[in-house]
């Protein structure tokens, strides 16, 4: 089946820890993204990645890194540094060219910082 | 800039009553439309898409077109179900770009 996994569903952490969220895609798309959603809001780019090793911020990237070492893999760490991380957080990834690129997005991890 | 407005919910619908969730945008050049959504505790399902004016994407019953003119793609469908309860999303992609700009979603209740 193929798919985007993000891990863990749930993920609680205390503050002052960075943690790191996984997104693994076996679709074959190069571009990936990471989305955070707060309660009653839509959703807003913190990163994205078209090609491995390269990645640009979106509009909220402050406390927050990626890497794209693999096609497949897009992790995201929360930093300390990250003033409110208490939300939920959606991977999702697109083929590069084409007329809709459509974005597959994964279930989310929901953080909760304690 | 571009951006997504949505009409606030939320909307509590009876079981067969017509659904409308407005959206209209604001971009420059020709942006494709999408409307996502969101079952409870899940990520984001494409529900239907318009890449150009005019276009009707379609999809499960809903429909929504592409109005140029009034900068708009509403989403309506014309006999909601509970199945329907959800989280609705407008959103937009501007022409040769990957990046989406969402709008603040409708939340979408129907009761039997």
């Known amino acids: ?114 | 800039g571009d951006s997504v407005t949505q009409m606030e919910g939320p909307v509590t619908l009876s079981e067969e009553a017509f659904l409308t969730i407005n959206c209209t945008y604001t971009a420059t050049g020709y942006p494709s439309l999408f409307w996502y959504v969101q079952y409870p505790g899940e990520g984001l399902q494409l529900l239907l898409k318009a890449t150009k004016a005019d276009d009707k994407g379609s999809n499960k019953g809903f429909e929504a077109t592409y109005r140029k003119e009034t900068t708009s793609f509403h989403l309506e469908k014309g006999s909601v179900q509970v199945s329907d309860s959800a989280v609705y999303f407008c959103a937009l992609r501007k022409d040769g770009a990957n990046n989406l700009f969402f709008g603040t979603g409708t939340r979408l209740t129907v009761i039997p």
């Open chain 1, 1 to 114: 089946d193929g798919g985007i996994t993000q891990s863990p569903k749930y993920l609680f952490r205390k503050e002052g820890q960075n943690v790191t969220l996984s997104c693994e895609q076996n679709l074959n798309h190069d571009a990936m993204y990471w989305y955070r959603q707060d309660p009653g809001q839509g959703l807003r780019l913190i990163y994205y990645s078209q090609i491995v090793n390269d990645f640009q911020k979106g509009d909220i990237a402050e406390g927050y890194s990626v890497s794209r070492e693999k096609k497949e893999s897009f992790p995201l760490t929360v930093t300390s540094a990250q003033k409110n991380p208490t939300a939920f957080y959606l991977c999702a990834s697109s083929i590069m060219v084409g007329t809709y690129n459509e974005q597959f997005f994964g279930p989310g991890t929901r953080l909760t910082v304690l």
